[in-house]
Structure formats: C-alpha cells, structure tokens
C-alpha cells in the first residue's frame, strides 16, 4: 500500500463523497486505501457512504471523538507507506497526489508536506500558517501579513517553487509514516483546532521539515464543518488555542494571551453590537458575528466550562491528557 488517505467526517456526507471520489478519481499509479472515520453523525453518512463506495473502509464512532482521536485510531488500521489526511471538504485536483507524493520521495527529510488549498471559484486561500504567538493571536493576521510578509507568509504572496514553512493547513496534511509513529500520531489534547499546528512543530523538533507544495492544488470548503456549529467551534477554537499555549509556552506568555484576548473580545462585542444596530438586525452576517461572540461571553462567564462548545464523550475532557 502506497497511500493510507484519512477523512475524519461529521454530517458532511456529501461533501466527504466528492471527498472520496477526488481521491479514486486521481490520475496516478499509486496503490490507495480510503479510511473514513464518522464522528457521530446524525445524517446520512452511515447509510451512503457504504452503499456508494464499496472498496472504502468505513469506520463509525457512535459519539464524537474529536479529530485528532479519530484520525490516531484510522492511522492504526492503515496500512500505506504515506499517510493523507484530507478534511472533508477539500477536493483532489486530479494530479495532486502523484505530485505530493512524488516530491517527498525526492526529498527524504520532508515530515510533512502540504497543498494549496483553492477556494471554489479557484483563487487562493491561506495554505500555511505561522506557529501561534502573541503576535499571531492578538494582531490582526490579514495586516500581518501584508506588513511583515516574509515573517508572517500568506495567500497574498503566490509562491511557485516549494517552500518551507512553520505548519500547513491540515485540510491536506501528507505526512511520512515513520515520522507518524515516531511523534506517536497527532496529540489527542487537540479536539477541534490546532492538532495539525502543534503535529507539525513537533516535526520540526525532531529535525524534519514542513513543506508547502505550491504545485499540489486542492480545491476547500474551508471550515464547511465548523460552520454549521460555528459558536460551539469557536469555543473549541479558543480552547484548543488555550491547550496549545499552555503546552509549549511559559505561564508569563499565557497571563499576556488572556488579558489580551478579554480586552480584544470586548472590543469586537462592542463593534459587533453597534454594527447590528445600524443595520437594525437585517444582516444575517453580522447577526451570526454577534451570537458568536455572545456564546464566546457567556462561555467566559461561566468560568469556561467543558460542556459548553462541541459535545463529547464524558471521558473526554477538555484538557486531558493524551
């Protein structure tokens, strides 16, 4: 087996079918494996993706296991040389595969390898990312990147050779199998967020780099998932930023992110709520920015509890342990 690909899905069974037909529909000699882990869902993922795909190996979690979980427990059943974990919105241009495969067995100390990601109407979306910092979670990223482009990289530089960078987008994450089991997978702290970012510090750690394929293209959905939740997932947002920090940064940092993260809250709330004023509600938009950010409050309010944000296992609790 040449590639193990990974889709972790959640009430997205249509799109994790264009998912799966962008993969066996690719132009290339690789031997392929599809391992779709179902967090759950409530659609009709269980009952179509079996009966449309009868060579894909489908897996069904009765409760939602987070991704990181799902995908360590896909990655155990998979048998390929590559790993490729594909979110299930994003879509293989037909060639994407051989070409991000081919690449990294011509470079042995590639970890982890990452495509650009292309909105639908095939313009350039954010590919790569800067690990998390002050800067990065209390600035404005879009004005980051525009002032400091060779520190902060982004859509708006169009790069055409190889590059490598900090962490990819893990809508298309190919990873080597070996440094998958020698890091032991993504850390299962991660529910929703942030796995493929502190995954991909930790391939540089152990000396491997990360690299962005500008020539790999994927069309994404991005964020098709956490849309249809986007309170309870900006609250998993925020706590996995919470887990990420507290892993890999000093408790000064972390008393610096909180403070700063109230105050930018406050701010946005303010501006959120004036905006909904002048426009007198009549923007679905901004009336979906507001409850946002209301849950986000009331979140905070309560002290940050756990059943608050995407439901879960009762033995999985936020910040757990791996």
């Known amino acids: 087996m040449d590639v193990s690909v990974i889709i972790v899905t959640r009430n997205t069974c249509e799109l994790t079918c264009t998912a799966i037909r962008s993969v066996l529909e690719s132009r290339d000699s690789l031997v392929k494996e599809v391992i779709v882990m179902d967090n759950g869902s409530s659609d009709d993922t269980s009952q179509t993706l079996p009966q449309q795909f009868s060579g894909m190996r489908y897996c069904r979690n ?171 997932a900006r609250i998993e947002y925020w706590r996995s930023r919470d887990a990420y920090f507290a892993k890999n940064h000093n408790q000064a940092v972390r008393a610096v992110l909180a403070a700063g993260l109230v105050m930018r809250l406050l701010v946005d709330w303010i501006a959120a709520t004036g905006t909904l004023a002048l426009t007198l509600g009549g923007s679905a938009r901004h009336k979906e920015r507001w409850k946002v950010l209301a849950a986000l409050w009331l979140w905070q309010l309560h002290g940050r509890p756990a059943d608050m944000g995407l439901p879960r296992p009762k033995e999985i609790h936020p910040g757990a342990g791996r």
């Open 62 to 232: 009765e409760e939602n296991l987070g991704f990181a979980r799902s995908a360590n427990l896909a990655a155990r059943q998979a048998s390929g040389e590559w790993l490729l974990l594909l979110n299930s919105d994003a879509c293989l241009e037909p060639d994407a595969l051989e070409r991000a495969v081919s690449w990294m067995e011509a470079n042995p100390n590639c970890g982890v390898a990452g495509a650009q990601l292309l909105n639908p109407d095939g313009s350039r979306q954010n590919s790569i990312a800067n690990f998390p910092t002050l800067a990065t979670e209390l600035l404005n990223k879009s004005i980051l990147r525009r002032l400091f482009p060779r520190r902060f990289p982004g859509k708006e530089h169009p790069f055409t050779a190889p590059v490598e960078v900090e962490t990819v987008i893990g809508a298309f994450m190919l990873v080597r199998r070996e440094i998958w089991d020698r890091l032991g997978g993504l850390d299962e702290r991660f529910f929703f967020f942030f796995e493929e970012t502190d995954f991909c510090l930790r391939v540089r750690q152990a000396g491997k780099t990360v690299m962005h394929l500008p020539g790999v293209k994927v069309r994404h959905g991005q964020g098709q998932t956490a849309k249809q939740i986007s309170a309870a």
